[in-house]
């Protein structure tokens, strides 16, 4: 029996795109017309239309394939971002005061992630007796300083980009001109304990719209570090 279009109102092309969309075998049954169908391709006038096939899948396959390498490329990221955290954590774990803490943090953070700055600021009323850290290594406590990050504080996340010119003088006093992106953490456990700031030479290197979970966690891990040992 022979197959109407169910709207005769279409034209012919319609009527045979309907066909072809109802028959998708239609060219397994006659595939000699394959060789003698001509499709206009911008790139290479004109082409039979099995080479269109063809280079259509070969066009799809070299997008899966760079989808591929992205994803690749992002597990090794990933894999190595662990081992970085990991070796962090050890290192946590030997520490026994203060000053060990951010010596760790700062010889992991520099060394094994590949931060140029690195920058603690401790919240503190007066500088803590007996610590070698410099007074210019705490935030004091209603000073106009901690004000600038009371907000990072109270929200608990970590913010990327390029921070305000009076963020940058606490952090990088001697560095300014050399910050051209920045992700700053807050340290809190149980109360607020400090900030870490994370500097790169590199506008690109933490940006405003990138995600902030690697982030967090290490602002996490830095911070349960602290709280133990203050």
């Known amino acids: 029996m022979k197959e109407t279009c169910p709207n005769p109102s279409l034209d012919e092309e319609q009527q045979v795109c309907y066909f072809l969309e109802s028959h998708p075998d239609f060219f397994e049954r006659h595939s000699e017309l394959l060789e003698k169908l001509v499709v206009p ?3 290479a006038g004109a082409t039979s239309l099995i080479e269109r096939q063809v280079s259509v899948l070969r066009e799809k396959s070299n997008r899966l394939e760079n989808q591929l390498e992205d994803l690749l490329r992002a597990a090794r990221d990933n894999e190595q971002l662990a081992s970085h ?3 962090l954590s050890v290192e946590l774990l030997y520490t026994h005061s203060v000053d060990e803490v951010m010596s760790a943090v700062q010889s992991v953070l520099t060394n094994d992630f590949g931060i140029e700055f690195v920058a603690t600021r401790i919240i503190a009323a007066e500088p803590e007796k007996g610590c070698s850290m410099s007074p210019g290594s705490y935030l004091y406590e209603n000073s106009p300083a901690f004000n600038e990050f009371s907000s990072l504080l109270q929200e608990r996340k970590a913010v990327c980009g390029k921070p305000r010119l009076q963020q940058l003088e606490v952090l990088f006093p001697h560095q300014v001109e050399h910050i051209r992106s920045a992700a700053i953490l807050p340290l809190v456990g149980g109360k607020a304990l400090g900030v870490l700031a994370l500097g790169s030479v590199n506008p690109r290197r933490f940006q405003a719209s990138q995600g902030t979970l690697f982030l967090d966690y290490l602002s996490r ?10």
């Open 85 to 87: 955290l990991q070796k």
């Open 41 to 43: 391709h911008a790139a």
């Open 221 to 230: 891990l830095i911070s349960a570090g602290l709280a133990a040992r203050m």
